[in-house]
Nanobody, 115 residues
Framework: QVQLVESGGGLVQAGGSLRLSCVHS????????MGWYRQAPGKQRELVAV???????NYADSVKGRFTISRDNAKNTMYLQMNSLKAEETAIYYC?????????WGQGTQVTVSS
């Protein structure tokens, strides 16, 4: 059974930093992308950053230059380093793993940025 577990969320002041982690377990064949999404209260879930199997990274325009996505395949772990956080980035952050047959989601981790 595939399981994704996020960690690293919490409360931080505006301008601060957090590092999120996502560990996946179980058999996932042919992963082609891993990504971070977020959903703020009353808003739709949106893409934050994605990293392909070849290592190519893509970011939402709003986080470019501040957030960095990375992965450690040996540890089945993906990270999101978030710097210079803004109050409007308060949301639940989810990780997602995409294979050619399925998408898998974590349960989310709360990030609260105080102004």
């Amino acid at each position: 059974q595939v399981q994704l577990v996020e960690s690293g969320g919490g409360l931080v002041q505006a301008g601060g930093s957090l590092r999120l982690s996502c560990v996946h377990s179980g058999s996932i064949f042919s992963i082609y992308a891993m990504g971070w999404y977020r959903q703020a209260p009353g808003k739709q879930r949106e893409l934050v950053a994605v990293i392909g199997s070849g290592g190519r990274e893509n970011y939402a325009d709003s986080v470019k230059g501040r957030f960095t996505i990375s992965r450690d395949n040996a540890k089945n772990t993906m990270y999101l380093q978030m710097n210079s956080l803004k109050a409007e980035e308060t949301a639940i952050y989810y990780c997602k793993v995409s294979s050619w047959t399925s998408d898998y989601w974590g349960q989310g981790t709360q990030v609260t940025v105080s102004s």
